[in-house]
C-alpha cells in the first residue's frame, strides 16, 4: 500500500464507521417542485428554497441521509454552474446534518429528454417524467460514453473529498426497463472512472433484481458498500439481509417502502434495526414527480387512499402520523417518553420514567402518576399490594364490553372508553356493574405500552369499587414479551432500556409491577356462558379434556419461560396453532361446526369471544355467531368493541355508536 493509498483507506474506514454506527433512516429526495432530475439541477429550477424547506422536515424526524439522482444533461449544459449548485445543495443538507448519497446514471422510466423546459407531469402518473440517464441515447450515439467520462471524473474531482457526500451510486438498477445486457459497457465503465478519481467516499451500484446473477456478483464485488433495493414484503426483505449481510461490508437498504405491496415503514424498519442497517425509502414529499400515486396509472385517477411511496404532502403534513412516529422512534433522535415502570428491591419499590428522554426515579411510593405531553390526560395509579388470580368463572353482569389487540394504542383505547361511557374524561369508572374485558394482546406494535396497561391496572381497582369488573386474559404477544420473545418490540422500548441502563426483559420481570399483575392473568375466562380468550381452542386442546380451571393453572407457570422450557405434556398450550396463536376459526385448516360444538359442548359454553386475527374492519360474527372476533385494525385507527347488553350483541365504534349484532333467544 502507497502512501496515498493508505491515507485513502482510513478515510474510507472512518466515513465507513459514521454510516455504521448506527441505524439510520432517510430518503431518496427529489424537491416537490420538480418533476425529474432536469428540473431538480438545471439553473431555471434549481429550488433552494423548497430544498430548504424540506430537508427540514427530514431533519425533523430524525433522517440523515438523502439519496439524490444526477443528470449528466443538467452537467453538460453548464458544468460550472451545476457544481455550483450541488455545493449549494450539499450546503443545505449540511444545515439539517443531512448527507447525501449522488447517483449518476440511471436505466429507469423516460428514455428520451432534451435540455430546457420539461414537459409538465401527466396529472397523477407515477413519475411521469422521470429520465433514464444516459438511455438508449448511448446504443445511437457511441460518442456519449467519452462525455459521461468527463462527467463522472469532473464531478467526482470535485467533490471527491467532500465530507457532505457519504456515498457514490454509479448506476441506479442496471439492465432494467428491458436494458439488459445493453447496460453492460457503461456500468464497467463507470466503475473504472470512479476507481480512476481516488475520492475517498466509497461507491456502490445497488443490487435491485435478485434474478440478475451476473449483474449482483459484479456489482458486489465492485461496491465498497453494498446497497440494494425492496420493494417486497418483510420475509423478502429478510432474506435479502440474510444474504447480503456477513460479508464484511457494510449494508445499507438504498429503496424500500412501497405500501400497497406491504413494504411498509412499521413492518421494515423494525427489521432494519435488528441487522443495523440504514434505511432509504423512496420518497419524501409527494410532489410533481407523483410517486405516491401507483405505477400503471395512465392519467386522472384520484389520490390513492393508501399512498405508494412518499412521506409528506406538499404542506408538510405527513400522510400518516402514525408512520412519523415510527420514523422518528428507529431514527433515535426521537423523544423518547416512557413508563412509569415500578420495580422491587430490598423490599422498596422504585418508580422509573422517561420525559425527554432523561431518567428519573423516585422510590418507596404508593401512589404516582401516568403522565402525558398532552393536557388533561394524566391520570393516578394507586399501587394494589397484594395481587390475586381472579376466578374464571362468572355469572352474566348487566353488561359486558369487550375488545382485544390494543398493542399499545392508548389513544384508541381511551377513545373507545369514552365514546361508550365506560369512563369519564377524569377516568372514573362510569360503566356501573358492567364488566370490561380484554382479549389479549396488550404490547408490541403501538408506543403507548406501560401507559395502557396501567390504565387496565387502575381501572380494574376503580370497577370493583363501582360492582363492575375488569377482566384481562392474556395474548401471544404478552406471553412473547413476558418469555423474552422480542420480535415485535417497538425500537422505543429496546432504547428505554437503554437509556435506564437495563434489558427491556427486566421492564416486566417477576420483580416488577406489572410483570407481577401480569403473571397473575388468565389465559382464558368464561362469562355468563361466553367463552373469553384471544386465539382459540384447537382440537388438540380439546382431546386433552382439560377444565377451564386447569388449562389456567396449566399455563400460568410458563407464561414467561422459553418454549424449550414447557414440559412436553404442555407443548400442546404454547404451540404455533394453540390457545395463543390459533387461527383456526377463521383461517384454513378451518375447524368444522362439529369440532367447535365439541368445544362449547365441553366447557358448557354457548359462544367463544376471541381477538388475534384480524377478519374483517369491525366486530364479526361467524359459525351462526358461536364465534365473534373482536380484533380489529387499532393501528390504522379502526376502533371497535363488543357490547352485550342483556340479550343483545353489538359492535360500538369509536364514536360509540351501536349496531346489533345478534340476539339470544329467550
Ligand atoms: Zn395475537
Known amino acids: 500500500m502507497n502512501r496515498r493509498s493508505i491515507k485513502y483507506h482510513l478515510l474510507m474506514l472512518l466515513l465507513l464507521i459514521t454510516v455504521k454506527s448506527m441505524a439510520q433512516s432517510g430518503a431518496n429526495f427529489i424537491p416537490s417542485s420538480a418533476s425529474n432530475q432536469l428540473e431538480m439541477w438545471q439553473k431555471e429550477t434549481f429550488d433552494p428554497k423548497t430544498i430548504d424547506k424540506e430537508l427540514g422536515w427530514a431533519q425533523e424526524i430524525g433522517m440523515t441521509m438523502m439519496r439524490v439522482y444526477l ?83 469532473d464531478v467526482m474531482r470535485v467533490f471527491g473529498r ?35 478519481v481516488n475520492a475517498v467516499q466509497p461507491v456502490t451500484i445497488g443490487l435491485w433484481n435478485p ?29 435479502a439481509l440474510d444474504t447480503l449481510t456477513g460479508r464484511g461490508k457494510q449494508v445499507i437498504c438504498t429503496e424500500y417502502m412501497k405500501r400497497p405491496e406491504g413494504s411498509t415503514f412499521k413492518d421494515c424498519l423494525p427489521i432494519f434495526k435488528r441487522y443495523q442497517t440504514a434505511a432509504i425509502n423512496w ?51 426521537a423523544v423518547i417518553d416512557d413508563g412509569p415502570y415500578v420495580f422491587y428491591k430490598n423490599g422498596k419499590n422504585f418508580i422509573y420514567r422517561i420525559v425527554n428522554n432523561k431518567v428519573t426515579t423516585i422510590s418507596d411510593q404508593k401512589n404516582f402518576k401516568v403522565t ?61 356493574k358492567g364488566h370490561l374485558v380484554i382479549c389479549g394482546d396488550l404490547f ?51 432504547e ?18 406489572l410483570g407481577r399483575w401480569l403473571r397473575s392473568k388468565n389465559t382464558l375466562e368464561k362469562i355468563g356462558g361466553l367463552l373469553f380468550l384471544h386465539g382459540g381452542i384447537s382440537p388438540e386442546i380439546n382431546k386433552q379434556k382439560w377444565t377451564l380451571e386447569q388449562i389456567n393453572v396449566l399455563a400460568r407457570p410458563y407464561y414467561d419461560q422459553k418454549k424449550a422450557m414447557v414440559p412436553d405434556s404442555l407443548k400442546v398450550l404454547f404451540a404455533k396453532d394453540a390457545l395463543f396463536w390459533y387461527r383456526g376459526y377463521f383461517v384454513e385448516p378451518k375447524i ?50 363488543l357490547l352485550i347488553e342483556g340479550q343483545k350483541y353489538y359492535r360500538v365504534n369509536e364514536r360509540g355508536e351501536k349496531q346489533l349484532l345478534l340476539e339470544d333467544k329467550k
Open 162 to 196: 467532500d465530507n457532505r457526500i457519504m456515498l457514490w451510486d454509479l448506476y441506479n438498477e442496471p439492465g432494467h426497463f428491458k436494458h439488459g445486457d445493453k447496460s453492460w459497457p457503461l456500468l464497467k465503465n463507470v466503475v473504472k472512472w470512479a476507481r480512476s
Open 71 to 153: 443528470h449528466h444533461v443538467a452537467w453538460q449544459q453548464d458544468p460550472k454552474g451545476f457544481k455550483e449548485r450541488l455545493n449549494e445543495y450539499l450546503g443545505i443538507a449540511e444545515r439539517h446534518h443531512i448527507k447525501t448519497i449522488f447517483v449518476f446514471f440511471d436505466d429507469c422510466w423516460k428514455d428520451s429528454y432534451q435540455a430546457g423546459k420539461q414537459p409538465e407531469p401527466i396529472l397523477s402518473v407515477h413519475n411521469s417524467q422521470w429520465l433514464k440517464d444516459p438511455g438508449s441515447r448511448i446504443d445511437r450515439e457511441p460518442k456519449l460514453m467519452d462525455t459521461l467520462e468527463v462527467y463522472v471524473k
Open 592 to 641: 368444522t361446526h362439529a369440532q367447535l360444538q365439541e368445544t362449547l359442548d365441553h366447557f358448557k359454553a354457548k359462544r367463544i369471544v376471541v381477538g388475534h386475527t384480524i377478519v374483517a374492519d369491525t366486530v364479526s360474527t361467524h359459525f351462526d355467531g358461536k364465534v365473534i372476533a373482536v380484533d380489529v385494525n387499532e393501528h390504522e385507527g379502526k376502533s371497535n368493541a
Open 496 to 513: 428505554s432500556a437503554k437509556l435506564m441502563g437495563m434489558d427491556y426483559k427486566d421492564f416486566y420481570a417477576k420483580d416488577t409491577e
Open 372 to 432: 402525558f405531553k398532552e393536557p388533561g390526560k394524566d391520570f393516578e395509579v394507586k399501587l394494589q399490594g397484594e395481587l390475586k388470580t381472579g376466578p374464571v368463572d362468572y355469572p352474566m353482569p348487566e353488561k359486558l364490553f369487550v375488545l382485544s389487540d390494543i398493542e399499545g394504542e392508548f389513544n384508541a383505547f381511551r377513545s373507545l372508553l369514552l365514546a361508550s361511557h365506560i369512563i369519564d374524561e377524569q377516568y372514573n369508572w362510569t360503566f356501573g
Open 283 to 333: 420518497g419524501l414529499v409527494a410532489g410533481r414527480s407523483q410517486t405516491n400515486y401507483p405505477q400503471g396509472n395512465k392519467g386522472g385517477e384520484p389520490e390513492p387512499e393508501l399512498w405508494y411511496h412518499d412521506i409528506f404532502r406538499k404542506d408538510g403534513s405527513p400522510f400518516n402520523k402514525e408512520e412519523i412516529k415510527i420514523i422518528k422512534a428507529y431514527n433515535k433522535t
Open 444 to 494: 408490541d406494535r403501538g408506543l403507548q405500552v406501560p401507559e395502557y396497561i396501567w390504565l387496565l391496572y387502575s381501572l380494574e381497582q376503580k370497577a370493583k369499587a363501582k360492582g363492575g369488573y375488569v377482566h384481562v386474559v392474556l395474548g401471544n404477544h404478552d406471553v412473547m414479551n413476558l418469555s423474552g420473545d422480542f420480535r415485535y418490540v417497538q425500537p422505543k422500548y429496546l
Open 211 to 239: 434474478e440478475f446473477k451476473a449483474f449482483n456478483k459484479f456489482q458486489i464485488e465492485n461496491s465498497d458498500v453494498i446497497t440494494f433495493h425492496n420493494y417486497r414484503d418483510t420475509s423478502a426483505l429478510k432474506q
